[in-house]
């Protein structure tokens, strides 16, 4: 499995807001993680439609997480960026000779993404934070 790196950006700010605890202005945010304004803005426009932070205007204005950081798993994270948790598709059509086996091949893979989605289920903000 590949994230895209928006996907990669919005974990990181969503452990900064959580590790911070309080609103953070959306120009601090971009710099510590290292991205422009503008692309902070569209990766939090998703989070915030995703109900993980608001937004918050006027002079002490900025991003501050929504929900508890116990709350918020990695799969949520990822089904919110990227609309999907997979591991990928068969490629192509098979030929007539292993079309059983890309069959039982797609099984495997669909194995793979239950595990998968379990196990980032299980991983939520805060155990991540505990461990540093």
Known sequence: ????RSTDYAI???LYLAKDGKTVSSSKLAAAIGVSHRYLLQISAK?????F???AHGPSGG??????????SLYDII???EGAVRTGEICGRPAAEIAQE??????EYRKIEKMLEKTLKGI??????EKC
Do not use: F
């Open 47 to 51: 989070l915030r439609a995703a109900g």
């Open 102 to 107: 890309m069959l039982a091949l797609g099984e």
């Open 124 to 129: 939520t903000l805060i155990q991540i934070l």
């Open 1 to 4: 499995m590949q994230l895209n």
């Open 12 to 14: 990181q700010m969503l």
């Open 79 to 81: 089904l919110s960026m």
């Open 63 to 72: 991003l501050k997480l929504d929900k508890a950081p116990d709350e918020i």
């Open 53 to 55: 932070i608001r937004a």
